[in-house]
């Protein structure tokens, strides 16, 4: 079976108006198709020539180069961002393992800009047994591979040598990178390699905020771990005091003087953010693991066991975060005026600091959003802003996104409508799109269900692939 694949696009002429269609390779196997790879040297892959007029475009796609199990190169589309990247790679890496390429090496993906893909596709195609990338015609040291070398190293001092020896590491790019291994390990439920992979990207943030030398000493010393970080995080946003002394009996590394210190930097950024509050939070939850390492967990927490609330406006905070709608939202605000204090604000604020600390995305944006919802309820009154706030739910904007796309002209006029509302790759608009194919089917609107399987099936090719390969192309 072939591993290459390409995709047959329809195209409208930007210069003459004339439709045409062009394959788009997507996945290339050099030793199945070295035409193609000669296409990647000259630069005219993913090259589109009306036949009509001959005017030149290209479509902007990415590309996976297998070369073998453990060496495989992916090129993202140049107009794209990390995550649609990391989506694309993931996609990619998916279609070519149901194609019987099973047993791949995760840390063998290597992501290669566009214009440096020539050089990696001969460096690494050299010999039949593919060695790992060393250095390009310029003398530069390609950056995928020192990636590799630094996740691969057998210690942490051989890890500093290399940090040393390559700053390039230390670029805000290498995010990207990061981005792109840990969404395909997540996908592939590699746990193990997930953590690795978190590890050292905090380590090299650690390196640019402080410098090399200090955040390679920590690590050396015994620096908490990721994984350490978010019990950490669990421990404190505990709901009751019985929850936590769980949470410290299961992992005993929260005394261990890592996690401890780590708490300790917490509430040094809280002081100096002026959050008095979550420095009244941090302190006290501090002072806890110390009276557990001290004395016991089962004698520490036998005062606490016994108090009615650990720090209300804290509890507060969680109780209104963690509700499952709106409405349940809006009950509890209504429940805790004091939510609508500054003091809630400043708390939440240090919250949003912990959560861009620690690497957690998806808490940051919960917690700010519902920051921005209590400042609108002290501007304009709890109903007010909750009214606002449930109205625009239910509002269907993904709803308009997605008739905007299906009842566009052509494809090159749907890939505008899918640049302009990226949110159509999401998750939520193929269940979206789902159910109405389930309303329409039920309705007997058989053209329509035809219609929205189309559009579905370019919309999952995107987030596959990406706009311009599934729906058009942009000029040159």
Same mark, same amino acid.
């Given at each position: ?17 004339? !439709?045409? #269609? ?39 796609? @990415? ?12 090129? %993202?589309?140049?107009? &794209? ?34 214009? #440096? ?10 010999? *039949? ?37 390559? @700053?390039?590491?230390?670029? !805000? ?9 840990? &969404? ?10 997930? =953590? ?33 970080? =978010? ?86 905070? #969680? ?88 009842? *566009?002209? #052509? ?10 509302? %990226?949110?159509?790759?999401? @998750?939520? *608009? ?47």
């Amino acid at each position: 079976m072939s591993r290459s694949l390409s995709q047959q696009v329809d195209l409208t002429c930007t210069n003459c108006g004339k !439709p045409f #269609n062009v394959d788009v390779w997507l996945i290339l196997d050099p030793a199945e198709r070295p035409d193609v790879a000669d296409q990647i040297r000259q630069g005219t892959l993913h090259r589109a020539v009306c036949p009509e007029c001959g005017h030149k475009g290209t479509v902007d796609a @990415p590309v996976l180069v297998y070369i073998n199990p453990s060496r495989i190169l992916f090129s %993202p589309a140049q107009q &794209t961002k990390s995550e649609e990247d990391a989506r694309h790679a993931t996609g990619l890496l998916n279609r070519l393992r149901a194609d019987g390429v099973e047993q791949i090496d995760l840390q063998a993906v290597v992501p290669v800009a566009r214009v #440096n893909l020539a050089v990696a596709l001969d460096r690494n195609g050299a010999e *039949a047994g593919i060695s790992p990338a060393g250095q390009d015609d310029s003398g530069s040291f390609d950056l995928g591979q020192a990636l590799f070398d630094l996740i691969n190293a057998k210690d942490w001092q051989e890890s500093r040598e290399i940090v040393s020896q390559h @700053p390039e590491l230390l670029q !805000p790019g290498i995010e990207e990178m990061f981005d792109l291994m840990i &969404t395909q390990a997540t996908a592939d439920g590699a746990d193990d390699v997930v =953590q690795i992979l978190e590890e050292h990207r905090l380590l090299l943030r650690r390196c640019r905020e402080d410098g090399i030398e200090q955040a390679f000493d920590e690590k050396l010393n015994g620096a908490v771990l990721p994984s350490v970080i =978010q019990t950490l995080q669990s421990f404190l946003q505990a709901t009751s005091w019985a929850e936590s002394q769980e949470i410290v009996l299961a992992h005993p590394e929260l005394l261990e003087p890592g996690a401890t210190a780590f708490l300790a930097k917490m509430i040094e950024r809280a002081h100096k953010a002026g959050a008095e509050d979550a420095v009244k939070v941090l302190q006290q939850h501090a002072d806890l693991l110390h009276q557990c390492a001290a004395s016991g967990v089962e004698q520490a927490f036998a005062s606490r066991l016994s108090e009615q609330d650990r720090f209300p406006l804290f509890d507060a905070i #969680n109780e209104f975060i963690q509700a499952r709608n709106w409405e349940e939202s809006r009950s509890v605000v209504r429940a805790h005026p004091e939510l609508l204090d500054e003091s809630t604000d400043r708390l939440m604020e240090a919250m949003m600091d912990h959560a861009r600390t620690t690497g957690a995305e998806d808490a940051y944006r919960v917690i700010d959003e519902h920051r921005d919802l209590l400042s609108r309820c002290r501007q304009i009154g709890i109903e007010a802003a909750f009214d606002a706030k449930v109205d625009a739910g239910a509002l269907p904007p993904l709803y308009n996104a997605i008739r905007e796309f299906v009842d *566009a002209p #052509n494809w090159p006029a749907s890939r505008d409508i899918v640049a302009a509302h %990226p949110e159509l790759l999401e @998750p939520g *608009a193929e269940e979206m799109m789902r159910a109405m194919i389930q309303r329409a089917h039920e309705a007997g609107e058989e053209d329509a269900v035809r219609v929205l399987e189309a559009h579905l099936e370019r919309l999952l090719l995107c987030r596959d692939c990406g706009p311009d390969a599934a729906l058009g192309m942009k000029e040159e």
